[in-house]
């Protein structure tokens, strides 16, 4: 798999290996990122990656034909019959996120730099660990919703 960018959990390492996101027909917007360990000390905490996932979040929809420049931040990100956060941090369970900011930096033909940065309810150390990513991921065409896409968390490990 190629490598598309980098995420850091805390002061832990990752190789982000899936990376997409698609705006929801009707509102909202799906992003997928998987990533892998890349620290061998830490790899055992980690022995499946970690995903960032949001699916059908009610995340501001910009239309655009480029989103080249666009900075979402989204300090009630959560939805409000649940108070669930819209992005969730899969890390052996899900993890909530808050205040994540999200920002299209570049573009590169259907690809764009998306960088993210948000705190989690991962715990290490006593402590709650911030997340951050930035990665070249698909841009896909507009999925019809409501319907749920589950990805699938690829096993194994890659070096």
Do not use: K
């Not at 598309?4 to 917007?29: H, K, M, N, S, Y």
């Not at 620290?39 to 989103?67: H, I, M, R, S, T």
């Not at 108070?83 to 369970?93: A, I, N, P, Y």
Request: charged residues 20%.
């Amino acid at each position: 798999m190629e490598v598309c960018g980098e995420l850091q959990l805390g002061p832990t390492d990752f190789r982000v290996l899936i990376a997409w996101f698609a705006p929801v027909a009707g509102g909202g917007w799906d992003f997928h990122f998987y990533a892998h360990c890349t620290n061998e000390a830490d790899a055992a905490v980690f022995p499946y990656g970690v995903a960032l996932v949001a699916e059908g979040a009610p995340v501001p929809q910009v239309l655009a034909v480029d989103y080249t420049g666009v900075r979402l931040v989204m300090p009630e990100a959560r939805y409000p019959d649940s108070g669930q956060s819209w992005f969730g941090l899969w890390v052996g369970g899900e993890h909530e996120t808050w205040h994540p900011e999200l920002r299209f930096a570049a573009r590169d033909g259907a690809r764009y730099r998306v960088e993210f940065a948000s705190g989690t309810s991962f715990e290490a150390g006593g402590a709650y660990l911030p997340l951050r990513l930035s990665t070249w991921a698909e841009a896909r065409p507009p999925r019809s919703g409501p319907a749920t896409v589950w990805g699938v968390w690829p096993r194994g490990r890659w070096r």
